[in-house]
């Protein structure tokens, strides 16, 4: 190793360290949103042993992330052995030690990259160090890394750079006519490792074409091969062109509202405009008040102005990949971040059932974003002509400020109670935020008791929530139970939670409440089963019930309430709408026979019905 690489080589790791430690606030956080399902009540990552038994069965237990995220549940599983539990500071040290490695291997690939494009070698130094430090200390990374389940991202951003990295070594070494095949070796595996992480690490192709049209040029050892390679990305480039037009969107599609949400394709891609051009304001202006971690508060674009800023954030989408066409030769660097942020978007802000917005979305994607800022700011100072001292201060500041930035949001991250708190305050319209709340002051006082002494505190966000969120019935449905606990529900209570069942789009986060609602109830708290049979009902309306959901309502009605004679209407939706071979049917005629309503089970038997009911 020379004495240039290992200077670098100590210097990478030691920024590497000292962007970690601004996360270590963070780790007396706890679980938070998709933590629980996928890390708190996941039973597949309680790995007791450690041997290959305990891991095979983690591997082939079922996830909520599917089988292709089976990398990062290894991972949790060992972070749960690890820890003896469920120890939140055990997972989010491992999700600190994964970003450490990353900023690491992000200072090797901008120095490959710099050198690639032909910046001096005595710039690149301290040049790939820099942009590695802006995107390690980024206040919008804080979410991904403290965050436990974006371990799913944040360890394919991890081996996605190190994919880059091998096919940026492979194709300098075929354009100088040396031996390429370890590189592209390496550039496969990590890229199946990356797959093994997250699915949308299947935009590596697209960063590689990106580099090819910008920093690389198409360039090799001799003119057949440039020509070959020019032919293959061409031929890749029109197949999967052919594939997301004839295969992705007819599959995924959907000109009325999608499943379980409130916005159907169009909508939801004339959305991702307001939300890319959000992701770069934050990116640009790195205030934590400007970044709310919850983003429920997003409303669908119904048309190009509806609302205004629509339209304005589409142009400015097009006019950036404009201008990073156009300079692709005389600005390469430039015109590589412009692409490789919005092409890391590109599964997430398409077609696809997803949410309309995620901090974590711009974890890869931000490398783009700051190596077109990097170069903008190295044009800026080389045409105002400053000088080098007074640019090395300029970045030292912009660094300082974003570190500061950083570290001020990850004490926030620090205990669930400010998380929540502050996320009231920087989005108040969102629903999830205020559940946060609430969900936190009761976790402090101890969990569902009458004598919480944080109870009051808990059901007072859920006031505010229910107000300033109503496109959401979830605050409603807490305010309910919470008032319950304390014996104070009143009529009121659950007629307002009715009316606004009845209105409210019935998208994931408002369908859960009706599960919660049957938990608690089950679980001894005193609901009022009039009340609570209403929402029943006021939900099987709706649309989108399951026959395995009616089911659960005619088994919880039957055993549960004193009003067993109404369970029969759910069993019977749920026969008539499950299908013939589900099996559905005979278990809850075999339920019914074991309850003593032999007559109920007759009456669900014979040939399929036609229900005109719900």
Same mark, same amino acid.
């Given at each position: 190793?020379?004495?240039?690489?290992?200077?670098?080589?100590?210097?990478?790791?030691?920024?590497?360290?000292?962007?970690?430690?601004?996360?270590?606030?963070?780790?007396?956080?706890?679980?938070?949103?998709?933590?629980?399902?996928?890390?708190?009540?996941?039973?597949?990552?309680?790995?007791?042993?450690?041997?290959?038994?305990?891991?095979?069965?983690? #591997?082939?237990?079922?996830?909520?992330?599917? +089988?292709?995220?089976?990398?990062?549940?290894?991972?949790?599983?060992?972070?749960?052995?690890?820890?003896?539990?469920?120890?939140?500071? #055990?997972?989010?040290?491992?999700?600190?030690?994964?970003?450490?490695?990353?900023?690491?291997?992000?200072?090797?690939?901008?120095?490959?990259?710099?050198?690639?494009?032909?910046?001096?070698?005595?710039?690149?130094?301290?040049?790939?160090?820099?942009?590695?430090?802006?995107?390690?200390?980024?206040?919008?990374?804080?979410?991904?890394?403290?965050? #436990?389940?974006?371990?799913?991202?944040?360890?394919?951003?991890?081996?996605?750079?190190?994919?880059?990295?091998?096919?940026?070594?492979?194709?300098?070494?075929?354009?100088?006519?040396?031996?390429?095949?370890?590189?592209?070796?390496?550039?496969?595996?990590?890229?199946?490792?990356?797959?093994?992480?997250?699915?949308?690490?299947?935009?590596?192709?697209?960063?590689?074409?990106?580099?090819?049209?910008?920093?690389?040029?198409?360039?090799?050892?001799?003119?057949?091969?440039?020509?070959?390679?020019?032919?293959?990305?061409?031929?890749?480039?029109?197949?999967?062109?052919?594939?997301?037009?004839?295969?992705?969107?007819?599959?995924?599609?959907?000109?009325?509202?999608?499943?379980?949400?409130?916005?159907?394709?169009?909508?939801?891609?004339?959305?991702?405009?307001?939300?890319?051009?959000?992701?770069?304001?934050?990116?640009?202006?790195?205030?934590?008040?400007?970044?709310?971690?919850?983003?429920?508060?997003?409303?669908?674009?119904?048309?190009?102005?509806?609302?205004?800023?629509?339209?304005?954030?589409?142009?400015?989408?097009?006019?950036?990949?404009?201008?990073?066409?156009?300079?692709?030769?005389?600005?390469?660097?430039?015109?590589?971040?412009?692409?490789?942020?919005?092409?890391?978007?590109?599964?997430?802000?398409?077609?696809?059932?997803?949410?309309?917005?995620?901090?974590?979305?711009?974890?890869?994607?931000?490398?783009?974003?700051?190596?077109? +800022?990097?170069?903008?700011?190295?044009?800026?100072?080389?045409?105002?002509?400053?000088?080098?001292?007074?640019?090395?201060?300029?970045?030292?500041?912009?660094?300082?400020?974003?570190?500061?930035?950083?570290?001020?949001?990850? #004490?926030?991250?620090?205990?669930? +109670?400010?998380?929540?708190?502050?996320?009231?305050?920087?989005?108040?319209?969102?629903?999830?935020?205020?559940?946060?709340?609430?969900?936190?002051?009761?976790?402090?006082?101890?969990?569902?008791?009458?004598?919480?002494?944080?109870?009051?505190?808990?059901?007072?966000?859920?006031?505010?929530?229910?107000?300033?969120?109503?496109?959401?019935?979830?605050?409603?449905?807490?305010?309910?139970?919470?008032?319950?606990?304390?014996?104070?529900?009143?009529?009121?209570?659950?007629?307002?939670?009715?009316?606004?069942?009845?209105?409210?789009?019935?998208?994931?986060?408002?369908?859960?409440?009706?599960?919660?609602?049957?938990?608690?109830?089950?679980?001894?708290?005193?609901?009022?089963?009039?009340?609570?049979?209403?929402?029943?009902?006021?939900?099987?309306?709706?649309?989108?019930?399951?026959?395995?959901?009616?089911?659960?309502?005619?088994?919880?009605?039957?055993?549960?309430?004193?009003?067993?004679?109404?369970?029969?209407?759910?069993?019977?939706?749920?026969?008539?709408?499950?299908?013939?071979?589900?099996?559905?049917?005979?278990?809850?005629?075999?339920?019914?026979?074991?309850?003593?309503?032999?007559?109920?089970?007759?009456?669900?038997?014979?040939?399929?019905?036609?229900?005109?009911?719900?």
């Amino acid at each position: 190793m020379t004495s240039a690489n290992r200077r670098f080589l100590l210097s990478s790791m030691l920024m590497a360290l000292l962007a970690g430690v601004l996360f270590l606030p963070g780790l007396g956080g706890g679980f938070v949103f998709d933590d629980e399902s996928n890390i708190v009540n996941n039973q597949g990552i309680r790995l007791q042993v450690l041997n290959v038994e305990g891991l095979h069965d983690v #591997v082939f237990s079922p996830q909520p992330g599917g +089988i292709t995220r089976v990398l990062p549940t290894v991972t949790f599983a060992l972070d749960y052995w690890r820890g003896g539990g469920l120890n939140p500071a #055990v997972f989010k040290a491992t999700n600190i030690t994964i970003h450490v490695l990353t900023a690491f291997v992000l200072a090797w690939f901008f120095r490959a990259l710099l050198l690639a494009a032909k910046i001096a070698p005595a710039r690149v130094q301290w040049a790939a160090l820099a942009l590695a430090m802006m995107w390690a200390v980024h206040p919008l990374q804080v979410s991904s890394v403290l965050y #436990v389940v974006q371990r799913m991202q944040t360890m394919s951003t991890l081996f996605l750079v190190l994919a880059l990295l091998g096919y940026l070594k492979a194709r300098v070494a075929q354009i100088e006519g040396r031996r390429t095949g370890t590189g592209w070796l390496l550039a496969l595996l990590f890229w199946v490792l990356a797959l093994g992480c997250k699915e949308d690490a299947i935009l590596l192709p697209a960063y590689a074409l990106a580099l090819e049209l910008t920093v690389l040029r198409f360039a090799a050892a001799s003119p057949p091969q440039g020509r070959a390679l020019r032919r293959a990305y061409l031929l890749a480039t029109m197949l999967g062109t052919l594939a997301y037009l004839f295969v992705v969107i007819p599959h995924y599609w959907h000109w009325d509202a999608y499943p379980g949400r409130e916005f159907s394709s169009w909508e939801r891609l004339l959305t991702q405009g307001r939300v890319l051009c959000m992701y770069i304001g934050q990116i640009l202006v790195p205030l934590p008040r400007s970044m709310p971690f919850y983003y429920d508060w997003v409303e669908p674009s119904r048309g190009w102005l509806q609302p205004w800023t629509t339209l304005p954030a589409i142009l400015l989408v097009l006019v950036l990949l404009g201008a990073a066409w156009k300079l692709r030769t005389h600005r390469p660097l430039f015109a590589l971040g412009v692409f490789v942020f919005f092409a890391g978007h590109f599964v997430t802000s398409n077609v696809l059932n997803l949410e309309l917005a995620f901090e974590h979305r711009n974890h890869f994607p931000l490398i783009g974003a700051i190596l077109a +800022i990097g170069d903008l700011l190295a044009w800026g100072a080389r045409r105002l002509e400053i000088r080098p001292q007074m640019a090395a201060l300029a970045a030292g500041l912009l660094l300082a400020g974003l570190s500061v930035a950083g570290f001020s949001r990850a #004490v926030v991250w620090s205990d669930p +109670i400010s998380l929540a708190t502050k996320s009231t305050e920087i989005a108040p319209r969102s629903a999830r935020a205020w559940i946060s709340l609430s969900r936190s002051y009761l976790a402090l006082g101890g969990g569902h008791r009458p004598d919480n002494p944080y109870l009051g505190q808990a059901i007072d966000a859920c006031t505010q929530g229910a107000a300033a969120a109503p496109y959401s019935v979830s605050c409603p449905a807490n305010l309910v139970i919470y008032k319950t606990l304390q014996g104070t529900v009143t009529k009121a209570d659950w007629g307002r939670l009715h009316e606004r069942l009845q209105h409210v789009a019935m998208g994931p986060q408002n369908r859960q409440i009706m599960q919660a609602l049957i938990n608690n109830a089950a679980q001894g708290r005193a609901l009022d089963e009039d009340g609570l049979i209403r929402t029943i009902e006021i939900f099987s309306q709706r649309g989108g019930t399951s026959p395995r959901e009616f089911a659960s309502f005619g088994y919880f009605i039957m055993e549960k309430t004193h009003q067993p004679e109404k369970a029969l209407h759910y069993f019977e939706l749920a026969v008539d709408r499950s299908p013939d071979n589900s099996g559905l049917s005979a278990e809850i005629r075999a339920y019914l026979r074991s309850m003593g309503r032999t007559e109920w089970a007759e009456q669900l038997e014979g040939p399929a019905r036609t229900h005109t009911g719900q």
